[in-house]
């Protein structure tokens, strides 16, 4: 299986673009985030001429994530239990829930899309509720996982959080002034590792960013933030044979601000694995 995750800015505006690169990177999964449109409005169409299916979660011109896949897509959950809501001004449990993410099994593998919440300013209420959201998260995913220690999942999508200093290179992005580098966010992305997880892309490609900024020639003089992630179990992190961060795709014509990332899964690995013996060093 070859997964990518990717940030469109607005799949609409760019979704020729999107697809040529699913077909020209042999990509099986894509999981797309800022779609930016209601769920009706996704262009189904131009991804299953090119063979793939399609589920896709937008209440809005804001937000909104999708899951498109080769393979048959199976048991899709928008949203995942606990997952707060918000909206501006106000507080409680029942605040309205956002369009951040969709899961589904595809082959086997637990899939997630997702589009942490930006945070704002570190004295805004979106930036608790970012916080509020990945740790709901992290607890759905240490709840599936104590259910299934074996299940292949993974956690993918744009986290709107530079884990450490050599994840931002842009100058604007300061610790104690702006969001993405605050030490609870920073210790939120840790706390995913307690859940059993694991950034699959870092050991293979170390340095790299997967955002820059439109603004202030970000991207020639690659002023740019790692924010995009796939975080998986180890049932599927044993299974990754290969990765990348396509820096390219932010050239070009009208590109987004992300550029995707991949990995590449031999999903036979844990069916022989199961046969080998136990070996402790």
Request: glycine share 8%; with cysteine; proline share 7%.
């Amino acid at each position: 299986m070859r997964l990518a995750t990717w940030n469109v800015n607005s799949i609409r505006a760019r979704v020729a673009r999107t697809v040529e690169f699913a077909v020209r990177e042999h990509i099986d999964v894509l999981a797309m985030q800022e779609i930016k449109c209601k769920t009706e409005q996704f262009p189904y169409a131009e991804f299953e001429d090119a063979g793939y299916h399609v589920v896709a979660h937008g209440l809005n011109q804001w937000n909104g994530v999708a899951i498109a896949s080769r393979e048959p897509i199976e048991d899709v959950e928008i949203g995942f239990p606990g997952m707060p809501g918000f909206e501006k001004g106000k507080e409680g449990p029942d605040l309205p829930k956002e369009a951040r993410a969709i899961g589904a099994t595809i082959n086997g593998v637990r899939v997630w899309s997702l589009y942490v919440p930006n945070g704002r300013g570190l004295d805004d209420p979106h930036y608790r509720y970012k916080l509020d959201w990945l740790d709901a998260l992290r607890r759905h995913t240490e709840d599936t996982l104590a259910a299934d220690p074996r299940l292949p999942l993974a956690l993918t999508g744009d986290f709107n959080i530079a884990p450490t200093d050599a994840d931002n290179g842009d100058p604007t992005v300061i610790e104690g002034v702006t969001t993405h580098v605050s030490p609870p966010e920073r210790a939120a992305f840790t706390a995913f590792e307690s859940a059993g997880l694991a950034d699959v892309v870092r050991p293979l490609v170390p340095t790299g960013y997967t955002y820059w900024d439109y603004k202030q020639l970000r991207f020639p003089r690659n002023e740019g933030l790692r924010i995009d992630f796939i975080l998986g179990s180890p049932a599927f992190a044993d299974a990754v044979q290969g990765a990348e961060i396509h820096r390219n795709e932010r050239k070009g014509e009208a590109p987004s601000d992300h550029v995707p990332v991949v990995a590449d899964l031999d999903l036979s690995r844990g069916e022989v694995d199961d046969d080998l013996p136990m070996i402790f060093g």
